[in-house]
């Protein structure tokens, strides 16, 4: 069952000829902007020049920088009031990066989305609860408009108050909710201060989450502490937003819409492609976006083409979840750690809880580590040798991990500081 | 020039057979529903026996009682798989009110916002700031899809962050903005505070205000401070939200768009239409709304028909301002008294700043009622007679207005606690 079989199950083959004619298509505009105009004059880039998907890698990358020295509308191929929608980071200070969409933009923006829900299982008959910011944050608008596509009833709840977010779930009988992850932990701790079984007292089937970089056993502990199963999405607001790719049942993999976005994975260092299956920077090239189109779009999100083919039978390759960012790693003591290195250990653990920090601090003029854990309440107990005994487990596995020490303090549930949107990971506070 | 000239200056004779027509297929469609089924099989009411506009008083009228009493689906006329998109009021306790849109009544809804924004004088070369909540409340969707279907280059800049949204301004050229009357005057403060002139710093033109109470004179104010003219909205949750009526170029009085809304005017206590051009409660019956149409819907705002026809050619009649809402209405010393009653002559001083809030107190078993009110810089001067004088005039222009003396506290610019969303004008303090 699929929302658009034409595209999605549509034989490699000749997914490659429609990519090829829309690659085309879009560099052809991409020329009609100012950015774009002057580069392909200046490396003698001409559309019809790109004739098989290799070719591709003959074409310059883009990067945030270069978004942001041509702000606001050097990428722009229609003049400003051909658009009828911006999107742009926040900031109230420097150029933000800003995207603009015209009708077929959000009309194909929205199709996307409506596909990738459809492809994580939901339908017209499900209650959509859409707990994410709105207005310029691409999630509040971007699953509205495509949820509202696919037919199901949208409740726009927005982000905060837990309370009335439950009360919203039991007045209307919602079946599925997209949120961040580390949400839905808070969301459950409310369910049990308020009384209430979320398996008992909603009709709660599906999540979709996402917009946030969590490992797989983050999301098994959502889905065991729920009985709901949460898929992954991924998307950027350079890429519109969500959408982009999605988790099928299989939950093996996202499926990235190949025919929407070309898709490249190269070496960070290097700019050459890496062997397939292997990790690297994710790249990408808009194939039916009309006001801005962006060619090979340095991501700065790391990841993998997951190999073989999907049982689902989409021929769209899976990506792997997002490892990293490139611009998320931080150097201590002369090795390269990505915060989810350290997630991916601490989540072995059954007695950790639903929050960590990793604090980075300059120390007698030695930079050093240190994790701070919120233990589950059951293992929060006084028993101060057992305590420690699991401080130096969990050392001796990150160290493992990552090849340096870090200090580990195991502190109590809900004392780390929460907050408001996406869960705040890392905190340096060395000297430079 | 208007948007849709075929409904907009339709001859008013062909207008009440499009209203006729509607309104047989709106009942027909009403009966399919829980509430208006039951209501209408008892009452013995049969769509086609509605023959004249006229026959519509033999209809049962639709409160808000009503709704919440019938929450959630009592008034659907479709499965709740059928609807894409709900809007409910909040709060945590007791029923919301909550109304279900299908695709063709948001398809609809968007129509009329459009309609209303190029009434006002809206353009699809125009940038729209809409300044308002997202999600649930129903100005963020509503005149996003609208503005959107104008053409305009919509920005989602939703609520806050004022320092924001004069960045968003100058980075995009916002031209037109919607939002809250008191948001404009705060909007105002702020850009003085960073030392900018809108008119010399902005390519600001056209503001769209509604969702909040205000009197012409203040309207005057906004328009002068910026040099901008600014268009009177109106809208409620029950009828979608914006988009019911507008005012044009003209600025004298709102179009109530008849094709979509037919509207009433009615003596709240006698429930019967008031004279031509008299003041009464607003009741509107949905036309053109297939999930959950609503018949003679009584809004409980207070305003009145302008008589004559409109220079711009279109044959909608205008409302005039909402003067009140009988439930804001409060009784003092036996006397009923509406806030913007108090408003409108605090307008008439310029001594008198952009915020007042009206106190109810039980002062040794008596009801006493103070007005604090803040002043402009200028006059907020240390000459402690001059305030005393001035505090009397004020005092007694009210009195004059609701026939009770009020205290009159002058305080300093700023100095009254600034709500986040809507203004809040009357703090009733007594004991019951
Ligand atoms: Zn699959
Ligand atoms: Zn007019």
Redesign the interface.
Known sequence: MYWKPEIEILPRAQLHTLQIQRLQESLARAAQSPYYGTLFRKQGIRPESIRTIDDVRRLPFTTKDDLRSN??YGFLTVP??G??????S???TGN?T?I?HD?HD?ASWADLVARSLYCAGLR??D?FQNICG???FTG??GF?YG??RL????????AG?T??QI??MQ???TTAIHTIPSYLFRLHSAFVELGLDPQRDTSLRLFVIGAEPHTEAQRQRIEALFGVRAFNSYGLSEMNGPGVAFECEHQNGLHVWEDAFLTEIIDPDTLQPVPDGEEGELVFTTLDRHAMPLIRYRTRDLTRFIPGECPCGRTHRRLDRISGRTDDMFIIKGCNVFPMQIEKVLMRFAEVGTDYVIELETIDGNDEITVKIELQKAWFTGDIEALEKLSRRIANEVRDEILVTPGVRLVEPGSLPKSEGKAVRVIDCRKS
Do not use: M, W
Not at 83 to 88: E, K, Q
């Open positions: 702000f606001p400003k009031q658009a009828v929608r911006l999107h742009c926040s900031g109230t933000p800003v603009f009708n959000l017209d008959t209650v709105y207005g310029l509040g608008l509205q949820a509202e037919g199901a009833l949208v409740i726009p709840a927005a108050n309370r009335r009360k919203l007045d209307f009988g």
